[in-house]
């Protein structure tokens, strides 16, 4: 048995992907490969449905993918930060990033349709 695994998230992390997979790998006393997904990971899930065992995903794409294929994926672990803003939850945070002299001091929630 090979286990594979595909990675959605920050190259630049990958090194660190890879390091769980050869944990897991070890662990398990199996074959891991890893690879890195080159496009949208919900077309690419899509295609790929039953290609791979885990996956790296962010957030977003993992709910998306979820509400389009119920049943299929299950989050089983999700990161913890070091720093005091997450008081030690798996908690996610978007940060908007604007010019110091911007004057918009904040944002009112909207909320987006399916339809495009």
């Not at 990971?41 to 993992?62: H, K, R, S, T, V």
Request: hydrophobic share 45%; charged share 15%; proline share 7%.
């Amino acid at each position: 048995m090979k286990l594979k695994l595909v990675s959605y998230l920050a190259p630049n992390w990958f090194w660190f992907y890879e390091a769980v997979a050869a944990y897991l790998g070890r662990f398990l006393k199996t074959e891991t490969q890893i690879i890195s997904g080159e496009g949208d990971p919900l077309l690419e899930l899509m295609w790929l449905q039953d290609e791979f065992d885990l996956a790296f995903i962010c957030g977003l794409p993992f709910i998306r993918y979820c509400q389009m294929v119920p049943n299929h994926l299950q989050a089983v672990v999700a990161p913890v930060m070091r720093s005091p803003r997450y008081q030690n939850r798996p908690i996610y945070f978007s940060d908007i990033i604007v010019n110091f002299t911007w004057t918009v001091a904040s944002f009112q929630p909207i909320a987006f349709s399916k339809e495009r």
